[in-house]
């Protein structure tokens, strides 16, 4: 919140220190209902929020006898909220109590009662931005003496003390400023505590594929897990407050590492050759092989087990690929008519590419039909990342991968996401991000007809992705089919993940329509 805009008031019936249990629909329920559309965490900002309530409150603390007393102890908050249009959902908020101007706007809720030596009064602020209360979230996973646990449970691994090795207690912990849906601390070269804002009832996903890979073997593919912090609604299902991780040094993710390295690639193209030859373009297919490669070691890792009810791989069925057509063929009405009625707002670019592809609706229903009438192929579904792309992924020192974020795709329902698909699902999604990042680099301009050199790189790139992958699996478990009876599967959940992102552009991003209409059109030239 700006300087300029006031803070609303909290008037507590309660001492700080005994604020849980708290009013449910008492003064903090209405300013945290406030605070929330000026998060970027918030998922919901188009809706309007009809009734707010406390659902509960934990506190932790104390853990520093130099931390004042003001300052403590701390909350984890759970509210619940309830939008218009019948939705409700749950947040996590983490709360402290400072003097004013002890943290930025941005993390201020609300004003307190002042106190006689803070002539400026109190503040409730997200207390994520204070390094105390992520040293006294840290300590919750340690010994407990000295820390207060109220209704939680925390999780450790055996990975936890070895990556508590690395940590100097005398580092701040640091909030990372570039997530959106969920917030995490850094605690130096050790940890990372991801705490998700959107809280679901039920099996938290990277928490189960976190413990299930962190018994897989080396090449590590995904962050270790030291722990979790875990609560419960009031009927008793599960809820995942946060997850402890070992931090991944890193230069950057595969999105910015990618896109920073084309450019580079298509400025040093300009004094001759194509892009994939120079340096910097045979640094980029070096990567887009490994990620290929370590794609395979993922589904491979995600498969190793047959006896695990969760996770063993079971046959790809004729009626599997019917629930997938039919659900692909749903999407492409739905998608499409949103299209036709966003037509006329569009720039005139991204607006003539939409109208052709609109007149290529029944050239699309044939696709899904050819699927529908062809064989059902053999291979296996397996639980994927469901959400693959190159944000997905860190980019190490050494330039190899590790994987993140198996939260799945943010439009599906927590059992939608859990259930197993073909391995091609991630293949489809890590394509359509190559095409993407072709798209979004600024290359030549070529003549009328002729293809541009980000879009020849993104034709070599997706090819050797492919071969990469399938080499690699071919050495492992047979999960896949035959190449001949793989592509019709693979098309079909290329065309999900393009229907997918153009429903997404129109909703959020107008100016990035034209990236998955132009995918939709070259998937029909295929």
């Given at each position: 919140?700006?300087?300029?805009?006031?803070?609303?008031?909290?008037?507590?019936?309660?001492?700080?220190?005994?604020?849980?249990?708290?009013d449910?629909?008492?003064?903090?329920?209405?300013?945290?209902?406030?605070?929330?559309?000026?998060?970027?965490?918030?998922?919901?900002?188009?809706?309007?929020?009809?009734?707010?309530?406390?659902?509960?409150?934990?506190?932790?603390?104390?853990?520093?006898?130099?931390?004042?007393?003001?300052?403590?102890?701390?909350?984890?908050?759970?509210?619940?909220?309830?939008?218009?249009?019948?939705?409700?959902e749950?947040?996590?908020?983490?709360?402290?109590?400072?003097p004013?101007?002890?943290?930025?706007?941005?993390?201020?809720?609300?004003?307190?009662?002042?106190?006689?030596?803070?002539?400026?009064?109190?503040?409730?602020?997200?207390?994520?931005?204070?390094?105390?209360?992520?040293?006294?979230?840290?300590?919750?996973?340690?010994?407990?003496?000295?820390?207060?646990?109220d209704?939680?449970?925390?999780?450790?691994?055996?990975?936890?003390?070895?990556?508590?090795?690395?940590?100097?207690?005398?580092?701040?912990?640091?909030?990372?400023?570039?997530?959106?849906?969920?917030?995490?601390?850094?605690?130096?070269?050790?940890?990372?505590?991801?705490?998700?804002?959107?809280?679901?009832?039920?099996?938290?996903?990277?928490?189960?594929?976190?413990?299930?890979?962190?018994?897989?073997?080396?090449?590590?593919?995904?962050?270790?897990?030291?722990?979790?912090?875990?609560?419960?609604?009031?009927?008793?299902?599960?809820?995942?407050?946060?997850?402890?991780?070992?931090?991944?040094?890193?230069?950057?993710?595969?999105?910015?590492?990618?896109?920073?390295?084309?450019?580079?690639?298509v400025?040093?193209?300009?004094?001759?050759?194509?892009?994939?030859?120079g340096?910097?373009?045979?640094?980029?297919?070096?990567?887009?092989?490994?990620?290929?490669?370590?794609?395979?070691?993922?589904?491979?890792?995600?498969?190793?087990?047959?006896?695990?009810?969760?996770?063993?791989?079971?046959?790809?069925?004729?009626?599997?690929?019917?629930?997938?057509?039919?659900a692909?063929?749903?999407?492409?009405?739905?998608?499409?008519?949103?299209?036709?009625?966003?037509?006329?707002?569009?720039?005139?670019?991204?607006?003539?590419?939409?109208?052709?592809?609109?007149?290529?609706?029944?050239?699309?229903?044939?696709?899904?039909?050819?699927?529908?009438?062809?064989?059902?192929?053999?291979?296996?579904?397996i639980?994927?990342?469901?959400?693959?792309?190159?944000?997905?992924?860190?980019?190490t020192?050494?330039?190899?991968?590790?994987?993140?974020?198996?939260?799945?795709?943010?439009?599906?329902?927590?059992?939608?996401?859990?259930?197993?698909?073909?391995?091609?699902l991630?293949?489809?999604?890590?394509?359509?991000?190559?095409?993407?990042?072709?798209?979004s680099?600024?290359?030549?301009?070529?003549?009328?007809?002729?293809?541009?050199?980000?879009?020849?790189?993104?034709?070599?790139?997706?090819?050797?992705?492919?071969?990469?992958?399938?080499?690699?699996?071919?050495?492992?478990?047979?999960?896949?089919?035959?190449?001949?009876?793989?592509?019709?599967?693979?098309?079909?959940?290329?065309?999900?993940?393009g229907?997918?992102?153009?429903?997404?552009?129109?909703?959020?991003?107008?100016?990035?329509?034209?990236?998955?209409?132009?995918?939709?059109?070259?998937?029909?030239?295929?």
């Amino acid at each position: 919140m700006s300087e300029g805009v006031p803070l609303p008031v909290l008037g507590l019936w309660c001492s700080w220190r005994d604020l849980s249990p708290v009013d449910p629909d008492g003064d903090l329920a209405r300013v945290l209902a406030t605070y929330l559309p000026r998060c970027r965490w918030f998922a919901s900002k188009s809706r309007e929020i009809r009734s707010s309530k406390v659902e509960s409150v934990h506190r932790i603390g104390p853990v520093s006898p130099e931390i004042t007393d003001r300052t403590l102890p701390f909350f984890l908050c759970v509210l619940l909220v309830a939008f218009g249009d019948g939705v409700t959902e749950r947040y996590l908020v983490p709360l402290a109590r400072v003097p004013h101007g002890r943290v930025e706007p941005k993390a201020r809720i609300a004003r307190m009662e002042s106190a006689g030596n803070e002539p400026d009064g109190l503040e409730l602020v997200d207390g994520l931005y204070l390094p105390e209360m992520g040293r006294a979230l840290l300590s919750l996973f340690g010994p407990s003496e000295g820390t207060a646990v109220d209704a939680m449970g925390i999780l450790t691994t055996e990975a936890f003390e070895r990556l508590g090795r690395s940590w100097d207690p005398a580092d701040d912990p640091v909030l990372f400023r570039g997530e959106q849906s969920n917030s995490s601390l850094l605690y130096g070269g050790a940890f990372m505590l991801k705490c998700f804002r959107r809280l679901e009832p039920g099996v938290n996903l990277d928490l189960e594929v976190g413990m299930f890979l962190e018994e897989d073997a080396l090449p590590r593919i995904v962050a270790p897990l030291g722990g979790a912090i875990l609560g419960k609604t009031p009927e008793g299902e599960p809820l995942t407050f946060a997850i402890l991780q070992g931090f991944v040094a890193n230069r950057g993710d595969g999105w910015s590492w990618m896109r920073d390295t084309l450019k580079k690639g298509v400025l040093d193209s300009d004094h001759g050759g194509v892009l994939a030859s120079g340096p910097y373009g045979e640094k980029l297919m070096r990567m887009v092989a490994r990620i290929g490669t370590r794609t395979a070691d993922l589904h491979q890792a995600l498969a190793r087990d047959p006896h695990d009810p969760d996770f063993a791989p079971s046959l790809l069925t004729r009626p599997d690929v019917d629930d997938l057509v039919h659900a692909v063929g749903l999407r492409l009405e739905k998608t499409l008519e949103l299209l036709k009625r966003n037509l006329e707002r569009m720039a005139p670019g991204p607006r003539s590419e939409g109208a052709g592809l609109l007149e290529r609706l029944p050239d699309l229903r044939g696709m899904v039909g050819r699927v529908h009438a062809g064989e059902s192929g053999d291979g296996y579904k397996i639980r994927c990342h469901g959400d693959f792309h190159l944000g997905q992924l860190l980019v190490t020192p050494e330039e190899d991968v590790v994987f993140l974020d198996f939260e799945g795709e943010p439009a599906l329902s927590l059992a939608e996401r859990r259930q197993k698909s073909s391995p091609l699902l991630d293949v489809a999604g890590m394509i359509r991000s190559l095409h993407y990042l072709s798209c979004s680099v600024l290359g030549d301009s070529p003549n009328p007809g002729e293809v541009s050199k980000t879009h020849r790189w993104f034709i070599e790139a997706s090819a050797l992705f492919q071969s990469s992958y399938f080499r690699k699996m071919e050495s492992g478990r047979p999960l896949l089919s035959d190449r001949a009876r793989i592509d019709p599967l693979l098309t079909l959940y290329l065309l999900r993940k393009g229907l997918y992102e153009l429903e997404y552009e129109l909703n959020n991003r107008p100016d990035w329509v034209g990236i998955p209409i132009a995918g939709l059109l070259d998937l029909l030239e295929k």
